[in-house]
């Protein structure tokens, strides 16, 4: 069900436009939003499909300056306004905004002069051509790209009531292991799932590991898949007795092979030894932050692959090995000549410093087994056969409220981070060309401007909202800042929150097709996994 809120103002909606919004309870809130009979279907009992669009008539353009100080965005002002006053027909508004400014709160980002009214592209490069000189500082962009602006939108909800919904809710890896990426549709498709949406973020080029590598906690079953990315948040889907999901903040886990009393801690899982994408993992005490999008090296770990990894890396002749059976008998790796892990099997790997301590464990020990722990805010999670978790951040609604102080140590901070920053082309989001590859022009272009948002909010109920705004295409949708994204998802009645991988990624797949235009040129995106919604057995 959509909970009635009070009304206030969301994504600076002009007035409001539907016929039926409230015939299907929408809240006030979300009343700039259109929603016909058609934009509503029953997939099972506890199982609805909403699609909401909203029309703004906003199509201006503006041309955005680079992020700078106070002092320097008022003197670019200066030097703006000297030339557009030359041509007394101007409508065209020059204005200092600050870049940092996230709701009530304000980090240290930078100031950027926006120069705006502009009909189209064209007379924007016009502009941008008289500004001679100063015209290399400028990017045109479509207004709707920055928050507070009117904007196209088309959500896609889907609302999973688990008290009515007798289906379940599970994560799918692509094509079955770690190893790989696969289409949602597809995975969809083979597994006769009722609907699905992309999940976590993950490795996507060799550069940076293992393509298809959760870049965080993944756990199918019970069975851990990928360590989580320290003090993040995560999803966790709990099967029986029955469906429930949970937003667990502050995440981290523990890892360890144990033998006859003794125990040797294992920094990884189904990885590329010496490579953590999107960091936040501890060197022995030291905790190395998290940092979205970035890559961060670690010379010295032991890393466990298991069967879910798929076909086994070529393995460095420099790491320490020991092959583990299913039965936890240790074998000699020599022993092993399979291209791939047998179920129940593990090969640990261990590198730099680590390595005498495998080579010490294993000469003592006969047998060993791979066990492991989840915490979130410090406390034991208990983890059993239906318990799956997915990784996300940041965390977008936190008993009610949007803990915009927390993003910053789940990864999503404008400050210098360690390790080497990653974009995917296909999602060039950097506010500053120029800049591209500063930390706090990362953070603008990611968190605060519009995009592709896939996010899923828990009501006070247990119901949950899988919510996917398209974006990048200012004709038919701009997307969502980070910040709308929590609004929209707490105008819906959730109260916990995590936003999920978004960009190309995002996907909403209901009855075998895409409910909207995937940003990719290329259509829809392969991704590491995704959340699918089965049907009730008996169906």
């Given amino acids: 069900m959509f909970y009635k809120m009070p009304a206030v103002i969301v994504l600076a909606l002009a007035a409001a436009i539907p016929v039926f919004a ?32 909203h029309s703004s ?14 002092q320097d965005a008022s003197h670019q002002m200066v030097q703006v306004n000297a030339v557009l006053d030359t041509n007394k027909d101007s409508v065209f508004e020059a204005e200092v905004e600050n870049a940092g400014a996230i709701g009530k709160d304000n980090f240290d980002v930078g100031y950027r ?61 692509a094509k079955d292991q770690v190893e790989g990426v696969e289409v949602v549709s597809e995975m969809v498709a083979r597994t006769s799932a009722v609907a699905g949406v992309n999940g976590g973020f993950f490795v996507y080029k060799k550069a ?11 756990i199918i079953n019970g069975q851990l898949i990928s360590e989580a990315v320290a003090h993040r948040p995560a999803l966790l889907i709990q099967q029986e007795p029955q469906l429930r999901f949970e937003v667990l903040p502050d995440v981290t886990t ?48 032991i890393v466990v692959l298991t069967s879910d990894y798929g076909q086994l890396p070529d393995l460095s002749p420099l790491a320490a090995m020991a092959y583990i059976d299913h039965a936890g008998q240790i074998k000699p790796v020599s022993t092993f000549e399979k291209k791939a892990l047998p179920e129940k099997h593990l090969l640990v790997i261990a590198t730099g410093d680590k390595r005498q301590a495998l080579t010490r464990f294993t000469a003592s020990s006969d047998s060993a087994t791979m066990e492991f722990e989840v915490f979130s805010n410090g406390e034991l999670v208990t983890i059993d056969a239906g318990t ?4 996300g951040g940041p965390t977008l609604l936190l008993n009610g ?37 500063k930390r706090a022009v990362f953070f603008d272009g990611w968190v605060n401007k519009r995009h592709p948002r896939t996010a899923v909010g828990i009501a006070p109920d247990g119901t949950a909202y899988f919510v996917v705004a398209y974006g990048r295409d200012p004709t038919k949708s701009a997307g969502l800042t980070i910040y709308e994204m929590a609004q929209v998802l707490s105008d819906l009645g959730a109260v916990r929150a995590i936003n999920l991988d978004g960009g190309g990624s995002s996907v909403m797949i209901v009855n075998g097709k895409a409910t909207g235009m995937p940003s990719d040129r290329s259509g829809e995106r392969a991704v590491a996994d995704a959340l699918l919604v089965l049907p009730p057995s008996e169906d």
């Fill in 57 to 70: 008539g906003n199509d201006q353009y503006v041309l955005s300056g680079p992020l700078t100080s106070m």
């Fill in 113 to 173: 002069l926006v120069v705006s009214g502009f009909a189209n592209p064209v007379v924007a490069q016009q502009v941008l051509h008289d500004l001679g000189e100063h015209a290399n500082k400028f990017t045109i962009h479509h207004h709707s790209s920055f928050p507070g602006t009117p904007a196209n939108q088309q959500l896609s909800v889907l609302e999973v009531i688990p008290e009515k919904f007798r289906g379940s809710v599970q994560m799918k890896l």
């Fill in 388 to 391: 799956s978790l997915i990784n």
């Fill in 22 to 53: 409230k015939d299907f309870g929408l809240p006030d809130s979300l009343a700039g939003f259109s929603l016909t009979e058609s934009d509503r279907i029953q997939l099972h009992p506890g199982l609805v499909f909403y699609s909401l669009s």
């Fill in 401 to 437: 409220a949007k803990p915009v102080d927390l993003w910053q140590q789940e990864g999503w901070s404008p400050l210098h981070a360690e390790g080497v920053l990653s974009q995917d082309e296909k999602d060039d989001i950097a506010s500053d060309p120029v800049a591209r590859g």
């Fill in 208 to 218: 940076l590991g293992v393509i298809g590598d959760p870049a965080g906690l993944a």
């Fill in 254 to 301: 523990q890892l360890r092979l144990q033998a006859e009393g003794r125990s040797l801690p294992v920094n990884g899982i189904n990885r590329e030894p010496g490579k953590v994408f999107n960091c936040g993992f501890y060197k022995e005490a030291s905790l190395v932050s998290s940092a979205h999008d970035t890559v961060c090296h670690s010379l010295d770990e």
